[in-house]
């Protein structure tokens, strides 16, 4: 339902609700119209009378008016509209005999909260924001597999973020792994718990290089398009996300043209950018997390005993490398704009099975631990002499569940 049809459906709800506010909310028994208060109850069969249409006529204007109040106070409500010319009356005292009944005013609260309840609604810039990370922390436990550091990073990242009520710079955070490890997977959950919208909320961008910046010879033009676009969703979102899905793809001067948006604030921007958050999905870095998780299951050791510290100090000296990313030749590194690299690791065998489990489980569909078995061998898995890391990590694993419907 669009803005331009709401004002005559709010505009009668919020006349039915004067009507019945002024016949007096919670009455009992013969209920009587506020005309009636002054030419006394119509007899049955009892003609109109001059006074009496005049007395009706003034109290229809008068509730006309009002309910125009009261769509004015809605607006500023839920659309921030209206509210200048609001203060401005306040500022100069109310006009006599009017104000908003508090009966009224708890039923426009209501109209509010049901408006924004399927639509967005910046009450304070906040864009349908929840932050819900209790529910991040226990769908991340419940849902991505074998990522023990990816998930304890995130978590603590997030929320030390959105809990802090003046960070100093923009949270960044950069995930490294081989494909269907999770990446993108972490990334949707994220924003499917910090805005109520998920994905499709007004406060989240999502670039893919190779789709949203294909041609490196128009990439003075993708800077331009792309810092609007920040700069546009920062101005009127107080919690923004950018998301960009394989960022070793994205041109080194892409890279350098959205530093400032993730440097630390400077006072002379016109634009907090402070509360703003950038992920970047890359699988650079993979097969140098893989060689780790692979040197620890020859020692013997679990891999719940690689750390963060190990793993990160690998990526730094793997981005640091002259190569053909962006990563390599951009500020990101050199100026630590990069707050936390989030490591995931290969997915073995039963982390697969596990996905697999969900995927039947996403689809309603009864599954049997052979089945689970089925799909998993279905893989790849590498190395040749180990088999023991699934090449294409969980990708896919929902596509071949079709083999075992009916």
């Not at 995130?154 to 960070?167: H, L, W």
């Not at 923004?240 to 960022?247: G, K, R, V």
């Amino acid at each position: 339902m669009g803005r331009g049809r709401l004002p005559a459906l709010l505009g009668l709800a919020c006349s039915l609700l004067l009507l019945r506010g002024s016949r007096g909310l919670g009455s009992r028994g013969t209920t009587r119209w506020p005309w009636e208060e002054e030419q006394g109850p119509m007899a049955e069969g009892e003609p109109w009378s001059g006074a009496r249409y005049e007395a009706v006529k003034k109290h229809l204007g008068a509730v006309g008016a009002l309910s125009k109040q009261y769509w004015q106070y809605l607006t500023c409500k839920v659309w921030q509209e209206g509210c200048e010319e609001e203060e401005e009356e306040e500022e100069s005292g109310p006009s006599p005999g009017w104000g908003l009944p508090l009966v009224g005013q708890d039923y426009l609260e209501i109209l509010s909260a049901w408006y924004c309840s399927f639509s967005e609604c910046c009450q304070t810039g906040d864009c349908r924001v929840v932050n819900n990370i209790t529910g991040l922390a226990a769908d991340l436990s419940g849902q991505l597999h074998g990522q023990h550091l990816a998930k304890e990073v995130v978590i603590q990242a997030v929320q030390g973020f959105v809990q802090t009520p003046q960070p100093e710079k923009a949270l960044v955070l950069s995930f490294h792994g081989w494909s269907g490890t999770g990446k993108n997977f972490v990334a949707r959950m994220v924003a499917s718990h910090l805005y109520r919208d998920g994905l499709k909320s007004e406060c989240v961008r999502l670039f893919i290089s190779l789709f949203h910046f294909p041609h490196h010879m128009y990439v003075d033009s993708y800077k331009a398009q792309l810092k609007n676009q920040i700069s546009e969703t920062a101005q009127s979102c107080k919690q923004p996300l950018f998301i960009f899905d394989e960022a070793e793809k994205l041109h080194f001067s892409l890279l350098d043209a959205i530093k400032p948006f993730m440097a630390p604030y400077d006072k002379k921007s016109k634009v907090d950018y402070r509360r703003s958050i950038f992920l970047f999905l890359s699988n650079l870095g993979g097969n140098t997390i893989n060689e780790v998780a692979l040197d620890f299951w020859r020692a013997g050791r679990a891999r719940e005993e690689i750390s963060k510290e190990l793993l990160e100090q690998r990526l730094r000296m793997e981005l640091q490398e002259p190569a053909e990313n962006g990563y390599a030749h951009s500020h990101l590194l050199r100026e630590n704009l990069i707050d936390f690299f989030v490591p995931f690791l290969p997915l073995e065998y039963h982390h697969v099975k596990l996905c697999a489990r969900d995927a039947f489980l996403a689809r309603g569909l009864p599954y049997t631990e052979a089945a689970l078995d089925e799909v998993a061998r279905m893989m790849v898995f590498v190395p040749k002499e180990e088999k023991l890391f699934s090449a294409q990590g969980c990708k896919s694993v929902s596509q071949r569940i079709n083999y075992f419907l009916p």
